[in-house]
C-alpha cells in the first residue's frame, strides 16, 4: 500500500477526520487474548478496585492502537506511520454497563518535514480526560 495524501496538499493545521472508538469490557479480553496480557486490572474489577483503581481500565497500548487508527484511516496506509509515540498520562477506565468507554480521538498536522514526512500531533480523550500525552506520528505522504 500507499499512503494516498500527497504531501503537497497539506499544510501545518490541516485537521484529520476525528473519529471515536468504543471499548467494552469484551474488547479488552478480546484483545488479552491477542496481545497476551491478562493482567487483572484490564478484566476484573475487584481486582482493579483493591490495586486503588476506579474499576477496569483499558490496555496502554490498546488505547495507544485505537488513537493511531485517525493517522492510518487518513493516510490509507498503516505502513505510511514512520514514528509514533505517546505518553500515558489517564487511564481509559471502562465500567461494565453495557456500554463501556468512548475514546475520542482528533489529530492535526503539526509540522511539514524534509522527504515527504510530516508530524500528526493526536488528542486521545476519554470520559472528558485526556488519556495520551504527547502522542505523535510520523507520516510518509506521497
Do not use: C
Not at 37 to 46: A, L, V
Not at 93 to 119: C, F, M, W, Y
Amino acid at each position: 500500500m500507499t499512503a494516498s495524501i500527497a504531501y503537497g496538499a497539506v499544510e501545518v493545521g490541516t485537521e484529520l477526520p476525528p473519529q471515536s472508538f468504543p471499548v467494552t469490557r469484551a474488547t479488552l479480553v478480546q484483545y488479552a487474548g491477542a496481545s497476551g496480557d491478562f493482567n487483572p486490572i484490564h478484566w476484573n474489577e475487584k481486582f482493579a478496585t483493591e490495586v486503588g483503581l476506579p474499576d477496569v481500565i483499558a490496555h496502554g497500548m490498546f488505547t495507544m492502537a485505537e488513537a493511531v487508527r485517525v493517522v492510518t484511516d487518513w493516510t490509507g496506509d498503516p505502513g505510511a506511520v514512520v514514528e509514533y509515540g505517546v505518553r500515558f498520562t489517564k487511564p481509559v477506565v471502562v465500567p461494565d454497563d453495557g456500554t463501556g468507554a468512548l475514546i475520542e480521538v482528533s489529530g492535526k498536522v503539526a509540522a511539514k518535514l524534509d522527504d515527504n514526512l510530516v508530524r500528526v500531533d493526536l488528542t486521545a480523550m476519554s470520559d472528558g480526560k485526556k488519556v495520551l500525552g504527547m502522542s505523535r506520528a510520523v507520516v510518509r505522504l506521497v
